[in-house]
């Protein structure tokens, strides 16, 4: 294959975007790829002449798993599922419907094809399809961009973003629709503008990228080229537009679509670097409990618009990810048809993830099922009779039972070890049910009480693979009180506290019991009697 040492431009748009993300990468070093055995497969094959260097490189991390009787029975049919010529069984999961799919589609296969199109690696396949060029090079030095239907994913080259009108701005900026104006973002090729205005359909700050790009304007000269900017930023950038970063919900939301947009850019080895820049779209400081998430994408600083304020950007190589809030997107308003679960895409990020922040299975001592009851520490939606719950699960022998606050005196590296490596997770409907992306594929996520709120953490579960279940009997569930909403004035589930009936408590803990110990995965983890080590 030869060394990266950056790509040359060349002159067609097509081959422009197969070297969109090349950074300097030296011919014996491999730290770019750092994913999960699991996911090499579909990587090499995607790659195959790096496959081909590293079998014969002595100095190569994965030889000796490329080498491997199991690598090599998949290594001409795995993919992750949006390839070309990927078929179902050489998919890297592939999701189930269970349920009936009488009265929403057709047939069952009509059931599975809208369930892969709307939460798996299908929607990522969707947006490499509807991808078109907005503005098309002609020569080496020239800009690019393209981007999928409605503008939701977008990646361009030599491209250049004005700031200098936010150095005047003293109003935050966050969820904004005018941090740039007409002309302030650009670059120097062929503008398809009628094609751009085409996709200008869902103008909303977490949409698409339509409220920056509706201005996007070509350059008479390439402004790279032509100096006409006060940095230069070399290393492949993602510029984000995030949800809430103080909640686990919303803000992995980001990542889970930072990810997938990942693979719809997969299109150099090298793509899966963490030398890159991320640049929030906001004024703002970041900060966030679950900042260490960035690690999985990032080694280098995040930036925010207060950074480049003043000035003009360029960006060799930027990538304009999938958006939190898109019209039936991922996952905050997918549409999930009735039936179906285990989303190879849910899957794949959670094992990149965990892979990533080095986050293992623990050795087990004995066979007794790990329980963890997250316990809020909040005004509304706490359990009342929490000790007297856990007291009543705690006595029983089968069971290692331990109640954790994940607030921010736990890191949240350290969250994650918990959630790893429990089989029953418990909790009431809150944000840190998100942990339940992380749980083992056996396990089972009890969201004690859903306050009225019935689909969130279930379609969750649904699509990460996890069983769910909840509270089944509302008689044997004692709110405080009947919960108003503090800013309506209207009465609402969630802003209330809530006693339960420890003996059936108990009953829907053996029922979960029974699913992990019974699940097939479970069994063979049991029978594996595993040391410490990574499992992924």
């Known amino acids: 294959m030869g060394c990266f040492r950056g790509a040359p431009l060349a002159v067609t748009a097509t081959i422009v975007l ?24 579909m990587y090499f094959r995607r790659f195959p002449a790096l496959e081909k260097q590293c079998t014969e490189d002595e100095n190569c991390p994965y030889r000796s798993i490329i080498a491997s009787s199991s690598y090599q029975s998949r290594k001409n049919v795995a993919c992750w599922g949006y390839e070309d010529g990927c078929t ?26 809208t369930f892969y199109s709307q939460a798996d690696f299908g929607f990522v396949r969707d947006q490499i399809r509807e991808t078109r060029i907005m503005c098309e090079p002609q020569f080496p030095h020239d800009s690019s961009l ?18 200098t009108d936010l150095a ?33 359909q869902h103008i909303s700050p977490l949409q698409s990228w339509g409220p920056e790009l509706r201005f996007f304007e070509r350059f008479v000269k390439p402004p790279i080229e032509n100096d006409q900017c006060d940095v230069v930023i070399e290393k492949p950038t993602f510029i984000m537009k995030i949800d809430a970063a103080i909640n686990m919900y919303h803000h992995f939301c980001d990542f889970l679509n930072l990810y997938a947009s990942l693979h719809v850019n997969l299109s150099h080895a090298a793509s899966f670097t963490t030398d890159t820049h991320v640049l929030i779209w906001e004024s703002f400081p970041y900060h966030s409990p679950f900042a260490e998430t960035f690690k999985v994408f990032t080694r280098n600083p995040i930036a925010n618009l207060k950074t ?4 003009v950007v360029c960006f ?9 809030r898109m019209i039936f997107g991922l996952y905050y308003n997918t549409p999930i048809i009735h039936g179906c679960e285990n989303s190879g895409l849910f899957h794949a990020f959670s094992e990149h993830v965990l892979h990533r922040l080095k986050i293992r299975m623990a050795t087990r001592t004995d066979r007794r099922l790990r329980i963890t009851f997250l316990s809020r520490q909040t005004r509304y939606r706490r359990v009342l009779n929490e000790e007297e719950l856990i007291a009543k699960i705690a006595s ?21 070890k918990i959630t790893r490596n429990s089989d029953i997770f418990i909790g009431m409907h809150g944000a840190g049910l998100t942990h339940l992306l992380f749980l083992p594929k056996w396990a089972t996520l009890f969201e004690l009480y859903h306050c009225e709120d019935p689909n969130c953490y279930r379609d969750l579960a649904r699509l990460r693979g996890v069983h769910y279940i909840t509270w089944e009997r509302d008689h044997l569930v004692f709110p405080e009180g009947e919960g108003r909403h503090p800013e309506r004035d209207e009465r609402h589930a969630k802003f209330t506290n809530y006693a339960f009936d420890a003996n059936e408590f108990e009953r829907l803990v053996a029922k979960a019991a029974a699913h992990v110990e019974g699940h097939e995965e479970f069994r063979k983890f049991c029978a594996r009697n595993p040391r410490t080590k990574d499992e992924l």
């Open 18 to 41: 197969i070297f969109l993300l090349a950074p300097q990468v030296a011919c014996e070093k491999y730290e770019y790829i750092n994913l999960p055995k699991a996911h090499l497969p």
């Open 88 to 113: 179902e069984k050489g998919r890297f999961s592939n999701h189930s419907c269970p349920g009936s799919h009488i009265g929403y589609v057709k047939s069952k296969q009509a059931q599975l094809d």
């Open 146 to 163: 393209e981007c999928s239907k409605y503008l939701r994913f977008c990646r361009g080259r030599n491209l250049m973003i004005n700031f």
């Open 168 to 200: 005047a701005r003293t109003e935050p900026l966050r969820y904004k629709m005018d941090v740039i104006g007409p002309g302030q973002i650009g670059g120097h090729c062929t503008l398809h503008g009628d094609r751009l205005r085409d996709e200008l």
């Open 308 to 311: 480049y304020a003043g000035k």
């Open 316 to 324: 060799r190589n930027v990538v304009l990810p999938l958006l939190p």
């Open 396 to 416: 029983n022998p089968n069971y290692a039972v331990q109640r954790v606050n994940f607030g921010p005196e736990l890191s949240f590296i350290e969250q994650l």
